[in-house]
């Protein structure tokens, strides 16, 4: 069974940085797409960044562009944030397409993802 397991949150001033961690244990797919997501109270999911495990391309929300990076290396997806900001705060999830192939769009639509990770806190105080 695939399982994603988030670390690296915690608090942090703002103006700092934080990297997350979505280790992907027990997936046996040759391709997938790896998605950041976050969530505040009261607020709707938004999605943060995606990556395509097989060739490695990334796309970025607005929020995110110019201040986070998203990487990986083998089985572990990062997420490297910069520059943070009070409205940065919230739980962040990552999650796995598995129908995702290198080559094609990837989806930034959280029902297309079908794994997702137990979420890891994110708090920027100002």
């Known amino acids: 069974e695939v399982q994603l397991v988030e670390s690296g949150g915690g608090l942090v001033q703002a103006g700092g940085s934080l990297r997350l961690s979505c280790a992907v244990h027990g997936s046996t797919f040759d391709d997938y797409a790896i998605g950041w997501w976050r969530q505040a109270p009261g607020k709707e999911r938004e999605g943060v960044s995606w990556?395509?495990?097989?060739?490695?391309k990334a796309i970025y929300a607005n929020s995110a562009k110019g201040r986070f990076t998203i990487s990986s290396d083998r089985d572990t997806v990062f997420l490297q944030m910069n520059s943070l900001k009070p409205e940065d705060t919230a739980v962040y999830y990552c999650?796995?397409?598995?129908?995702?192939?290198?080559?094609?769009?990837?989806?930034?639509?959280?029902?297309?993802?079908?794994?997702w990770g137990q979420g890891t806190q994110v708090t920027v105080s100002s």
């Open positions: 999650a796995l397409d598995q129908f995702h192939r290198s080559g094609f769009s990837m989806s930034t639509v959280h029902t297309r993802y079908d794994y």
């Open positions: 990556i395509s495990y097989g060739d490695g």
